[in-house]
């Protein structure tokens, strides 16, 4: 099956600071989600981006599908970014495949 | 974006007894949800695929005996966890596909077993 591959497992980030989530995959997908799940567990749709580039905020997201990899862009980050980021594929009609997550952490 | 719900979002319960969860999906119609389980500081796990009127889909290792799943409408799948044991407690987490094949979650249901 598709293996999905997360780094950094860990970030510690200054308020204010930027970071950069990568999420590589093994095989084609035709699904890609990027999820924030909460202290409280409630995973949060990021964003759905098989492919190219898209920005909410001060979240943006590119997937390039050819190399089989896709960046999170967090900037000017906030204590309530804490949390972990997940990326999850899938192809066709098969189940999300989940990677380990980045557990970020935003200290004022 | 879609809302998915899920209740109870906590329970407690005795060893031996059974615990039902449900999932709703509130404003679309969700022909296929998924259950997924989650250890402290761990990924998700699917558990199994639960297709609207037919049987779900387990994974391997899951006991279906033990995880009874329901998909009986387009809006709501119920997962069982009959005879429970201190080994079930867990983080337990649905989600709906909805248009594009795009996943929805719920907000999760904390299962404790004594």
């Known amino acids: 099956g598709i293996q999905v591959e997360q780094s950094p497992p860990d970030l510690i980030l200054q308020e204010g600071a930027n970071s950069t989530l990568r999420c590589n995959f093994s095989d084609s997908v035709n699904n890609l989600q990027w999820f924030h799940q909460n202290p409280w567990g409630q995973l949060i749709n990021l964003f759905y981006i098989p492919s190219g580039t898209k920005q909410n905020g001060r979240l943006s997201a590119t997937t390039v599908a050819t190399e089989r990899y896709s960046l999170l862009y967090i900037s000017s980050s906030q204590t309530t970014d804490s949390g972990v980021y997940f990326c999850a594929v899938s192809s066709g009609n098969t189940p999300l495949v989940f990677g380990k997550g980045t557990r970020l952490s935003v200290i004022a | 974006g879609a809302v998915v719900s899920q209740h109870p979002s906590r329970v407690i319960c005795k060893s031996g007894t059974s615990v039902k969860i449900e999932c709703r999906s509130l404003?679309?119609?969700?022909?296929?949800m998924f259950w997924y389980r989650q250890f402290p500081k761990q990924s998700l796990m699917l558990m199994a695929t639960s297709n609207e009127g037919s049987k779900a889909t387990y994974e391997q290792g899951v006991e279906k005996d033990k995880f009874l799943i329901n998909h009986a409408s387009l809006t709501l799948s119920t997962l069982t966890v009959t005879s429970a044991h201190p080994e079930d407690s867990s983080f337990y987490i649905c989600?709906?596909?909805?248009?594009?094949?795009?996943?929805?979650f719920g907000p999760g249901t904390r299962l404790t077993v004594l």
């Open positions: 404003d679309f119609q969700a022909t296929t």
């Open positions: 989600s709906a596909s909805g248009l594009l094949n795009e996943q929805f």
